[in-house]
């Protein structure tokens, strides 16, 4: 799941968000971990301009800080990046963060990465926002180097290059799964070609198998034989009878029932469903995770 607080977009953020904190996301990956959720993940923003604040905030916690801070306070569940606009930064100082967060939390590591999309984030570090396709697809090259076994990786590429630079400490994963995020043709051509998982966004379950046979394709058409983690995310779920208002496209129901409708993501082909649950407080919240994990996640599984 998405840990709520650290992003909080007026798409999907909850009430109660804006005055949560610190001890609101330690609640809430404990009770992850607890629940048996396979990953909690956080976004990556650097700054939002006045003309998207609205609708986004500026309320996004940086993901290496929060995921080293929940590393602490977690024993099981993986830490994931969803996802990393990598494009912002030298590849060198990414693997520098993640393979520190890697190293500190035992082997937790998902790495999300994305394109990006807010021309003035760009422009403000020196970024280059007009080629930040072929800059994201040459940077997953070199953090594949620079995230790998070798203490003193090396890489060429047309943008960036490096060798004889020693990073330590080292992942603890030998290979630290790179997952690509977003649903355009480019995101998914990326991911087909690139990722050790594909993380689409905000499609709807109709549009799911053809973009995943379509990226099947690729892999095929390319001699990739290697699995790759296919993913989705889930509509709003309640689980039980919710008693208030939460939204016409939001799933709610007996355990059984919820189950049943998302077993359907996996006939699509899909390996993993990130969900998020409605409520009105962090208990509520941790207690959704709680029944969804007890209740709801058994009949998922064979």
């Known amino acids: 799941m998405q840990l709520p607080v650290q992003s909080q977009s007026t798409i999907y953020a909850e009430g109660w968000e804006a005055d949560a904190g610190p001890e609101d996301l330690v609640a809430i990956a404990r009770a992850a971990d607890r629940s048996g959720f396979a990953y909690v993940a956080s976004c990556d923003h650097v700054a939002i301009p006045r003309r998207l604040a609205g609708p986004m905030s500026t309320i996004w916690y940086d993901p290496v800080a929060t995921l080293s ?10 830490l994931m990046s969803h996802v990393a606009v990598v494009g912002l930064r030298h590849p060198l100082v990414t693997a520098k963060q993640y393979a520190t967060l890697d190293h500190l939390s035992g082997g937790r590591l998902i790495l999300g990465v994305g394109a990006g999309h807010v021309q003035e984030e760009f422009e403000a570090v020196g970024a280059d926002f007009e080629r930040r396709g072929p800059v994201l697809d040459e940077t997953i090259d070199a953090l594949r180097a620079a995230l790998g076994p070798e203490e003193y990786p090396s890489f060429q590429g047309e943008r960036f290059a490096f ?20 649903s355009s043709p480019a995101a998914v051509r990326r991911a087909a070609l690139r990722g050790d ?10 549009e799911l198998p053809s973009r995943i046979a379509k990226l099947r394709g690729i892999r095929e058409d390319a001699g990739i034989v290697d699995p790759i983690v296919i993913g ?8 039980g009878e919710p008693g208030w208002e939460t939204g016409r ?35 509520e919240l941790t207690d959704q995770m709680a029944a969804f ?8 599984n064979d």
């Open 163 to 182: 060798s004889g630079l020693g990073q330590r400490p080292r992942p603890a994963q030998r290979h630290v799964p790179v997952w690509v995020g977003g």
């Open 249 to 283: 496209r939001t799933l709610t129901g007996k355990p059984e029932a919820l189950a049943e409708s998302l077993r359907a993501y996996r006939a699509m082909g899909v390996d993993q469903i990130q969900v998020r649950f409605r409520s009105r407080g962090r208990d």
């Open 232 to 239: 989705a995310i889930t509509e709003a779920l309640y689980v």
């Open 197 to 206: 998982g594909w993380l689409p966004q905000g499609d709807r379950r109709s």
């Open 293 to 300: 994990g007890a209740d709801v996640g058994p009949y998922l």
């Open 69 to 78: 801070f929940l590393a602490g306070v977690t024993e099981r569940v993986r």
